[in-house]
C-alpha cells in the first residue's frame, strides 16, 4: 500500500504546483489598476478642453500629480466614437457640478500617430464641448501610462480614483459599449 501512496502523493504534489503556477500567470497577466491600488504619475500634453485651468496648449506635465488626492475621473481612450463624447461631456458637467467637492478629471488619448491624435483630441474637446475636463495625449501615447497596466484590448478604459488611490475602473471593449450612467453612478457614490 505504502508503494502506492508515494506516487499518489508525489503526483498530487505536482498538479497542485501546476494549478497554483497557472494562478500566478493569470494574476500577473491581469491587465489595469484595481480598487485599493494607488495611482502613479504619467506625463501628458495637453491638447484642447479647461479652458482655465492654468495649463497651456501644448504644455507637459502631470494632471494626475496637479490633482493631488482631489477625486478624479481619469479616462483612457483609444477609440473616440461610440459614446466617449457623452462620457466626456457627463464628465465635464460633474466637474462643474461638483467643485465644493474639487472633482476633476482629464481624457488621454492614445494611439500610434501622435500628431494625427493632436487633430482628433481637439475634436474630442470641441464635439464634446469639455471646458472643464482638458483632453490630453500620453507621453506614452502608444500603451498610455505603463504604472496603470492599461490592457492594450481596451477601447476606453476609466479610472476613478480618490485620496490617491483607485477607488473603481471600468474598461469596455469597444467606445460604444461605454455604461455612460455606470460611469456618472460610481463618480457620484465617490463623493458622497
Do not use: H, W
Amino acid at each position: 500500500m505504502s508503494r502506492l501512496m508515494l506516487p499518489l502523493a508525489v503526483f498530487g504534489l505536482l498538479v497542485c504546483s501546476v494549478v497554483s503556477a497557472e494562478e500566478q500567470t493569470k494574476k500577473k497577466a491581469a491587465k489595469g489598476l484595481k480598487a485599493g491600488d494607488s495611482i502613479g504619475a504619467f506625463y501628458v500634453t495637453k491638447v484642447a478642453g479647461a479652458e482655465d485651468d492654468g495649463v497651456e496648449q501644448g504644455e507637459q506635465l502631470c494632471y494626475r500629480c496637479k490633482y493631488g488626492s482631489r477625486p478624479m475621473v481619469m479616462v483612457f481612450a483609444r477609440d473616440t466614437g461610440g459614446k466617449l463624447n457623452e462620457l466626456v461631456k457627463e464628465i465635464d458637467a460633474a466637474v462643474k457640478a461638483n467643485e465644493d467637492a474639487e472633482l476633476k478629471g482629464f481624457v488621454t488619448l492614445m494611439g500610434e500617430d501622435a500628431s494625427a491624435l493632436k487633430e482628433t483630441a481637439a475634436k474630442v474637446a470641441q464635439t464634446s464641448g469639455a471646458t472643464s475636463v482638458p483632453v490630453v495625449i500620453a507621453k506614452d501615447n502608444v500603451t498610455g501610462p505603463s504604472n496603470y497596466k492599461i490592457d492594450e484590448k481596451a477601447a476606453i478604459t476609466v479610472v476613478l480614483a480618490n485620496d490617491s488611490k483607485v477607488v473603481a475602473a471600468r474598461k469596455f471593449n469597444t467606445a460604444e459599449k461605454v455604461n455612460v450612467a455606470g460611469v456618472m453612478k460610481v463618480v457620484n457614490k465617490m463623493l458622497n
